[in-house]
């Protein structure tokens, strides 16, 4: 039978991008032909990177990983999917308390654009990692070094020390 080619939507906000997102894309990326990482442009207030800061980091990381993309969007996820001709949407799981909202959005999603959500678990040692926590642990100058990859670390340092000669 011929293969059908298979490409797949990761988004999210990746502010910023963890060994745990990683870790999806990596796996993900073994099941599908071409996967593209969605950095969503929502107008939101507290963000820590731009879109822009936000695709570099994780292009930096990409490099290596054949059939990875990354791109940034605006607006409605399913309609951006529906643009780039996406087969079906990956999203992450790192507990049961994820499950409730992504069983929630997969279905809202597959009623209003009638797309699938594929969903990977990644390995136990991300199940706690969350770009919050991330964000408020390197505010305070906390060891993160298990938990992001090395240039978002850099990136973490450089900014909270700028907001922190700012305030001064
Ligand atoms: P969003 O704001 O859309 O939830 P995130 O950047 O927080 O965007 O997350 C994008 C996707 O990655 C979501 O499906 C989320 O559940 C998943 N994810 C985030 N952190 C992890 C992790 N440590 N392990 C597995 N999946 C994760």
Known sequence: MEHKFVRAIFPGSFDPITNGHLDVIKRGMRLFDELIVAVGRSPVK????????RVEMIKELITDLPGVVVESFEGLMVEYAGQIH???VLRGLRSLT?????FQL???????????????????????????????VASLGGDLSNLIPENVHRRLVERFSRLKAQER
């Open 98 to 102: 994820d499950v409730q909202y992504e």
């Open 106 to 136: 997969a279905l809202t999603n597959r009623a209003v654009a009638g797309i699938e959500t594929v969903f990977i678990m990644s390995s136990e040692q991300y199940g706690f990692t969350s770009s919050t926590l991330i964000r408020e």
């Open 46 to 53: 507290n963000q820590l990177f731009t879109p822009q800061e």
């Open 86 to 88: 996406a087969d079906v």
